[in-house]
């Protein structure tokens, strides 16, 4: 009886042809992966502005309050961080466009911040006149609610831009939100 089997060099090839496909599937993963992680936190941000637009509408209660100014979020470029934060100035007051974390950015009554993963940060804060901040706000003024956008100057703007970039890849996503209060991933 004549048996047949792989020779050593078949085995050889065989295993060497297993550890390429692996080693390609592997390296696309994490590729793909790196850019999910941007998108998602693209598309966190869309929903979070969102969020905000919702408990403004909503009349969200904030340390037991509906805040008079509504609510908001503040963009830290060079923190990395963003907050979802009541805005308890009224527009009429004095300091209404400036977000004060110490009252307005509490998280055990209600604000969240989000620090942005590690490897994916804000790389440009950019407003309606083409021109560059590093910190903004945009908050939703009830009953409308009317959205303002508002940046380091007290100046304001009809639309902001957020550029995420992925360190690891330099692929970027840009979020737009408008005076509109209409958020979205423009590329």
């Given amino acids: 009886m004549n048996k047949r089997a792989f020779t050593l060099i078949e085995m050889v090839v065989s295993l060497g042809i297993i550890t390429s496909v692996t080693a390609m599937f592997i390296a696309n993963y994490q590729s793909a992966n790196k850019r999910s992680d941007l998108v998602m936190t693209a598309q966190e941000l869309v929903a979070d502005l969102h969020s905000a637009q919702s408990n403004t509408l909503g009349l969200a ?8 100014g509504g609510w908001g979020i503040n963009f ?16 009429e007051k004095i300091g209404y466009m400036q977000y004060d974390p ?4 509490v998280v055990g009554y209600g ?6 993963p590690a490897r ?9 006149n083409n021109l560059t901040t590093t910190l903004a706000n945009v908050t939703f003024l009830p009953p409308d609610p009317r959205t303002n956008i508002w940046v380091s100057g007290g100046s304001t703007s009809t639309s902001l831009e957020i550029k995420l970039l992925d360190t690891s890849s330099n692929n970027f996503k840009t979020v737009r939100v408008n005076f509109l209060g209409l958020a979205e991933v423009i590329n």
């Avoid at 209660?61 to 008079?68: D, H, M």
């Avoid at 110490?102 to 950015?105: A, C, K, L, P, V």
């Avoid at 994916?120 to 407003?127: A, D, G, M, N, V």
């Fill in 120 to 128: 994916i940060r804000i790389e440009e804060l950019r407003i309606s």
């Fill in 61 to 68: 209660k904030y340390n037991n309050a509906v805040p008079p």
């Fill in 102 to 105: 110490s009252t307005e950015g």
């Fill in 76 to 91: 830290d470029k060079q923190t990395n961080t963003y907050t979802i934060f009541a805005d308890l100035n009224a527009p």
């Fill in 111 to 116: 604000a969240r911040r989000v620090v942005l």
